[in-house]
Each structure stands twice: as C-alpha cells, then as structure tokens.
C-alpha cells in the first residue's frame, strides 16, 4: 500500500454514464419541486468544483470557504449517506427476487451474491466500476393514494411524504463531484458532464412517472409496497405495469433490468463511499492511513467501513426486507438532505469570495443557475423541510421509534460541526481570505475548451471502423 493518488483513467464520458447510474436509482419517484432544488444543487456543485477541482470531496470545499468544523460535518454526513444507500439496495434486490422465487430462498442468499459483485466491481479499478395496458387508470383510482386523514393536515402530510420519496430518488445528482479526482479532464469534463446530465435525469424521471400513473393504479395488490399485497411476489411498479397489461414475459425482464440497476446503484454507493472516506483523510479529518491506495489507484482500507455498513442488509433476515427497506430510505433521505444544505451553504460563501475577490467569469467552466439567489432559495427550502418532513408521525399516531428514524440525522450533523469546532476552535473563513487560487487554472476556460476540442478532432481523424463512428457522433451525447 502506498500513498498514491487514484488514477487519472476517466474520460468525459464514463463521468456523464456514472452520473446517470448513480442517479437512476431505485427510488424513482419525484415531484417537480425537488427536481428544481436538485437542479440549483447540482449547478452550485458544478460551479465550484469545476472552477477548483479537489480530491477532498464536498467537505473539502466547506472547509476552503466556509469552516473547517461544516467539512468535517458535510464529510461525515456524506459518506454515512452512502454507507447506508449501499445496504438499502442490497435490501431492495432481495426483494426483486421474491417476483421469481416468492419466500422460498433465504434472502441473505441474495444480498451476499449482490455484495460480491458489487465488492468485485468497485476493487478491481475505476474502468471496472463504469462497465459495471393502456392508460385506464388515470382517473380511477388514479395514481395518487389519498390520505388516511381527512382535511388540509392529511393532504399536506401526504405531499411531503412524497418529498421525501423524491428526495431519495434525485439523491446522486451530486455524485458528478466525486469521480472528479479520477478524470482526465476534470474541467471539461466537468462542465459537459452539467450540460446534459441533468436534463436527462429530469425527463427520465417526469416521463416514467407520468406513464406509470397512466396504467398502475395507487392501490394495486401488485405492488411492492402496497397495503393490499396478498403474494410475496409483489413487483417494483415497471413490474406491475406489464403484469397489469398481460404482458407476463416483459415482466420477466423488466424485473431483470431493475435488478441489474439496483446491483449497480449499490456499487455505485459503495464506491461513493469508499471516495468520500478516501477524501476525508486527504483533508486530513479521518486517520492517514485511509488515503492510501493500491497499484492500481484504489483506496482498498476506506473500502473497510462501507463494507461493514453493508452487514446491515442482513437485518432483513429478521425483520423482513421491507421494513428494513422503509427504515433505511428515511435515514439516507436525511443525510442526502443535510449534504446539500452544506453545498447550497458553501456555494453562497464561495459566491460571496468571488465577488470580494473579483475573480473574472472566464476562469468558470459553468456558473450556477440564477448564481447565489438559486442557492439561498434551494437552501430556505431545505431547511424548512429537514425540520417538518416527519408531519406524519405527530398528525397520525405517535411512534417514538419512526420519529427516531426521522430525525437521528439532525443531532448527528449539530455534533459534528459544534464537537470538532469546540475542540479544535476552528474559525469562519472570510470572502477575503478564502482561497480561490489553489488547483485553479490559470488559463482562460475557452483557451482550455479549444485545446481539448483540437486534440478530440486528432483522435477522430485516427479513429478507424466503428471507433471512428463512435467518436464522431455517439461521443457527442457525452
């Protein structure tokens, strides 16, 4: 082991497919609003990042222009999201499984195959992680299951839980930092990863959504999660969609296809993870041991912790995959929710160190959308929404354990940052002191952008056969 840098093995597009995989997950469930604050996140992370690319993670950047004490926070918060993520969806295969095999295989059989490939995956190299009826129900009973309390209180309660669900399912946008220590062009890359990540993200989940809510009523017993379940093989909703069709084949393979998707956002998770640990040490607020990497560029000792998060997946021996699902998503909602807090907040200090210290708009590959003024509106709704998402639980009946679930993620970032501020009396960083020069090029972005436009048009012209057309047309998507 050695205190190596990961390898510098990422192309443009591998950034823009890792982006994607992370983000397509298995909470595809959103609403419109989210979607907008996910948006000003993303753009405020693709501000900074691209205009200083650091391989300390999110709570590098927190540290640099806000407080030491809100990097350690947004480290640790960060990667405990994605600790958690990567058990939620070993759960979430088991219980694809259960379409084709009902109750009669253990479900631990399924989450150790998942773990090994996703363990697998994420220890050979960086390269290796990327290879990795008709609308009759619309109206009647509809898509939308109406709240069990009567009254304005039930119908708020109903539309915030489905923000939470959404959060879940955007949650990821912002992994188009991580892989950023390990591209090639981390500039470029960068700036056209942002160009049309998003909007892809965006219409994939407003269509699916859209379409299901056509064909699967709220209330069908094929559903997973629904209260009328009567069968252990009850689907995802792509699954029910086609067996509400009468399309039993495709179901076949939708499921196989959500299976696949879940494994890789489970490997995605897990090499966040191991990243975002990875980073932690390089900031020097974890042991120095956990930078360090193998020959071929992997931090394998971050790796360790991930892993053992992921043993929380065999709870679902004992109390059932779907409850042990349920759990998880509330706990990851509330880190992913906290994590972009520390982003909008550190990219209105950066926003303010920029103005202070005039630094021209030709060093930026992207800006942010509406600049500050997006950030501080994505920031005022978060925040209103970390401390009111669990309405339900005061509106219905009380449970203290649910309110725990809820609410643990809150406490945990308050420690972070007031412990490590009280015991290493860390200070606010100033817009005037804030530095905005380290790993900065000094080189005008366009200058930049044309440099690598020219050497991408050498390799086309010395491209052959189907890499020539690869290169000339497909690679435009990316």
Known sequence: ??????????????????????????????GSIIGIVAFMVLSALGEMSSFAPMPCGLGG???????????????YCYALRYMLSTPNNLVAASLLMTFWVRNNVDPSVFITVALLVVLFINLISVKGFVLGGGPKYWKSPGAFAESPIEGAGGAFARAWTTMVHAIYAYGGTELVRAPLAESKNPRTAMAGSLRFTFFRIFSIYILSIFFLGLVVPYNSPKLAFSSDSKTSAAASPFVAAMKLA????????????????????????????????????????????????????????AAVAPFLFCMLA??????????????????????????????????????????????????????????????????????????????????????????????IDIPVYLVFIFGYKICYKTHRVRPTEADLTTGVSPVPFEEERAQKEAEDKVKIANAVGIKRVYRRFLALFY
């Open 1 to 30: 082991m050695e205190q190596n840098k990961p390898h510098k093995v990422l192309k443009d597009r591998y950034l823009s497919l890792i982006i994607i995989g992370g983000a397509v997950s298995t909470g595809l469930l959103v």
């Open 61 to 75: 950047y927190a540290s640099r222009f806000v407080d030491p004490a809100l990097g350690f926070a947004t480290g």
């Open 246 to 301: 009468k399309i039993g084949g495709l179901a076949h393979v939708i499921n196989a296809c959500m299976l696949i998707f879940v494994v890789a956002t489970a490997t995605t998770d897990f090499y966040l993870a191991t990243r975002t640990i990875y980073g932690i040490a390089v900031d020097g607020k974890a042991p120095a041991f956990l930078a360090r990497t193998n020959k071929r560029g992997t931090p394998i000792l």
């Open 314 to 407: 065999y709870i679902s021996i004992r109390t059932g995959s779907m409850p042990v699902f349920k759990y998880l998503t509330q706990v990851v909602v509330g880190f992913n929710v906290l994590s972009w807090i520390s982003i909008l907040t550190t990219h209105i200090a950066f926003c303010r160190a920029v103005k202070s210290q005039n630094i021209p708009s030709d060093r930026f590959p992207c800006r942010a959308a509406f600049r500050v003024w997006g950030s501080i509106a994505a920031l005022v709704f978060l925040c209103i929404f970390i401390l009111i998402k669990g309405a339900e639980v005061f509106i219905q009946d009380f449970d203290y354990g649910v309110l725990v679930v809820l609410y």
